[in-house]
């Protein structure tokens, strides 16, 4: 490998067959303001430096990720041999090995699944209108009965609480989620504007379907503008890929 990226690897107990990273905005060859590990191909970017950019990537993989087109849905598919690229859906999941599960964010919350036995695994784009709708409760409810043992998750680069300012809308959105009000601070300065915290409403989704064990959450796609993509920074801007997928020469 001649590429050098600056992945994340998630800290969470997960089994070791279980292999998950995401990226940063480091190491790939797009130009701004797509530098430089940009691998979405619908923000206007040089189309062969996108390729380029999966090309390295890919290099890391054990197979060609299935790339989604995202929709801020709930809808999700089953990654497997027969799965075709660019589906409309904002989540994959598989129990089959080497089938890599992507999504991409440049603000919006990546959610990976798997279980205790390393059984299966799913990635989900939630952003907050599919966090609303249900896009993480409909893929727990998908991937519990190919599950062994409890599920957990790991909440992958985010915006952060403090830099995500939102209307009511947003908030009202969420208004069947207990105590959802706790993670929507008011804005001081504006009326009917507050700051919403992904995180922590991912987290009341999760524990309210009975996934306890949840990890991540710790970074600002919006402040950390050296390692992350932020749509909401920079409108025209990359994507991050978050992935997760089965390694069998794990036992």
Known sequence: MTHELRWIVPNWPAHLRVKARSTTRVGGQSAPPFDALNL???????????????????????????????????????????????????????????????????????????????????????????LADGIVEKTIQEILPNSQGKLMAWMGPAISQRAFQVGSEVKAAFAHIEDFAH????????????????????????????????YGGEYCTYTQSELFFSYRRVHQTGRMATMIWIDPAQT
């Open 40 to 130: 979405a191909h619908h923000v206007n970017d040089n189309a062969t430096n996108v390729e380029e950019n999966r090309k390295i990537l890919s290099e890391y993989l054990p197979a060609k990720p299935l790339w989604l087109n995202q929709i801020h849905s709930t809808q999700l598919v089953e990654n497997n041999a027969a799965a075709s690229q660019n589906q409309e859906a904002d989540a994959s999941w598989t129990n089959s090995p080497n089938q890599v599960c992507v999504v991409m964010t440049a603000d919006c919350l990546p959610v990976l699944l798997t279980d205790e036995g390393g059984q299966v695994v799913a990635a989900v784009h939630a952003g907050w209108r599919g």
């Open 183 to 214: 993670a929507f601070m008011p804005d001081e300065q504006e009326a009917d504007k507050f700051y919403c915290d992904l995180y922590a409403l991912c987290r009341k989704v999760l524990n309210a379907h009975g996934v306890e064990d949840v």
